[in-house]
């Protein structure tokens, strides 16, 4: 294990050395008047899909990506390249300069283009503790034993770099993995479970294990299906990451709240409030994403997007902050958060189904999407995992049902409470590359939740 640990630790400090060169190199090709901006990112990940309990797929995936860009005041183009980290990259990169050179000045010239003049180089590059494949793999086999496992292992070192023709140089290397599988019944009965993070807390895996498996027992029982109305209902951390992810659809970026088209606009012009206890931040410190995005500027450690239940500060890209004459907040093209952190509430984990009473508990959330973007209201499906809870005790699985309901009420006047225990949910995306967004969210008690059908 260790071997194999230090083999990955050279590796990715084999690439940074390697990018930086090649970052000196774009700078000696650089003519009077031009400027570039020179990406990188890449990863080493091993991938595992189960089915019934077995390893049914393995591999490993290693990939680099290049991206260079040539600017002439506000004329720009760039090209993306695949690199071995070999020497026939520089000559790659040479020959990618000299074609953008051509084409440059056929380019128009672009209004908003913006890139960070002022040279701030960063670097990290966490120490990765995740366990060898020897040792996770037999884990996850014992611990899914004798049930109907299916699910996808994920894990390794992601790299992003950043260099500039101002002498800006950045490096990201961050150690993750996740696990997102189910345990499955029958039919459409299953119980989700995601486990992720930077180092695998075997006591954490083998509660969310147990934690399953109940819940899988529940499903056994004969299902309980519920008329369409309102219901007190809890969510959970997996349910409440649901909401929160479609929030993230333009609901926090700079453009979108000054074009209207953010589903937070009645929030932002101060015509709407959430509950007090609504707090929202871009935590970029305690995150996993780059600190620093694609035009070269270095993100704030957080930026406070809802304090208290009211609107806060936007997210705003540099092209954003050049439009509309703002300030840019180092935020991503897409303005949405790659570091969400829900501050925490007082409900213990041990007291939620009492504080539930009778009602619903929502294991997940699935196929999400707006009703009524104006009014920030959100239709979807229970599906998964979700109870029926009589008295304080779980009775019986409910039928899949549709809700459709408002930000506004569900995290507004019917929040009643967020749990005070938090948890990582990292993205499972793999489009490209591997993600590093991730938030840090409660799950939250809520009242008159409404199913439609």
């Not at 630790?9 to 000196?24: K, S």
């Not at 049914?56 to 695949?82: C, D, N, P």
């Not at 040479?94 to 380019?107: K, Q, Y």
Request: some cysteine; glycine content about 8%; charged content about 20%.
């Amino acid at each position: 294990m260790r071997r194999a640990r230090c083999a990955i630790l050279i590796q990715g400090t084999l690439m940074r050395d390697h990018f930086l060169q090649l970052a000196d190199f774009a700078a000696t090709r650089t003519r009077s008047g031009e400027g570039f901006l020179l990406r990188y990112s890449g990863e080493q990940s091993r991938f595992v899909r189960f089915n019934r309990a077995a390893v049914r797929q393995s591999g490993t995936v290693e990939q680099h990506y290049l991206t260079i860009e040539l600017f002439k005041g506000r004329q720009h183009l760039s090209q993306q390249l695949a690199i071995t980290g070999l020497a026939g990259d520089r000559q790659r990169l040479d020959g990618a300069i000299s074609e953008l050179r051509e084409l440059l000045s056929f380019a128009p010239e672009d209004p908003h283009f913006l890139v960070s003049d002022a040279v701030c180089s960063t670097e990290r590059n966490d120490v990765g503790r995740l366990l060898s494949d020897d040792a996770v793999i037999p884990v996850i086999l014992d611990k899914a034993a004798d049930s109907d496992f299916v699910g996808f292992y994920a894990a390794g070192p992601i790299h992003h770099g950043f260099a500039n023709s101002f002498g800006q140089r950045n490096w990201h290397t961050v150690h993750t993995f996740s696990l997102d599988g189910c345990f499955y019944l029958q039919s459409d009965k299953a119980v989700k479970l995601s486990y992720g993070g930077r180092e695998w807390d075997e006591s954490v895996f083998a509660e969310k294990i147990a934690h399953a498996q109940t819940q899988l027992s529940f499903l056994e029982r004969t299902p309980k299906t519920i008329a369409p109305g309102g219901y007190r209902a809890f969510l959970s951390t997996a349910a409440t990451e649901e909401l929160l992810g479609l929030l993230c659809w333009g609901g926090f970026g700079l453009a979108a709240h000054r074009t209207g088209a953010t589903p937070l606009i009645r929030l932002a012009r101060g015509e709407a409030a959430l509950s007090p206890m609504v707090h929202l931040v871009e935590d970029t410190k305690a995150g996993l994403a780059p600190e620093f995005q694609d035009e070269g500027f270095v993100k704030p450690a957080s930026v406070t997007l809802i304090e208290n239940g009211q609107y806060k500060e936007c997210l705003a890209a540099p092209r954003s902050a050049e439009e509309f004459h703002a300030l840019q907040n180092g935020a991503n093209a897409d303005e949405a958060p790659a570091a969400l952190e829900m501050a925490p509430g007082q409900l213990a984990d041990q007291d939620i189904l009492s504080a539930l009473g009778t009602g619903l508990l929502i294991g997940n959330l699935w196929y999400l999407n707006y009703s009524d973007r104006n009014a920030c209201r959100l239709t979807g499906m229970t599906r998964f995992a979700t109870f029926w809870v009589e008295n304080g005790a779980i009775t019986a699985p409910v039928n899949v049902m549709r809700f459709d309901d408002s930000i506004y009420r569900m995290l507004g006047d019917n929040l009643i409470a967020l749990t005070a225990a938090r948890d990582w949910r990292l993205s499972t995306d793999t489009y490209e590359g591997r993600s590093t967004r991730a938030m840090h969210i409660p799950g939250a008690l809520i009242d008159d939740f409404r199913l439609t059908l």
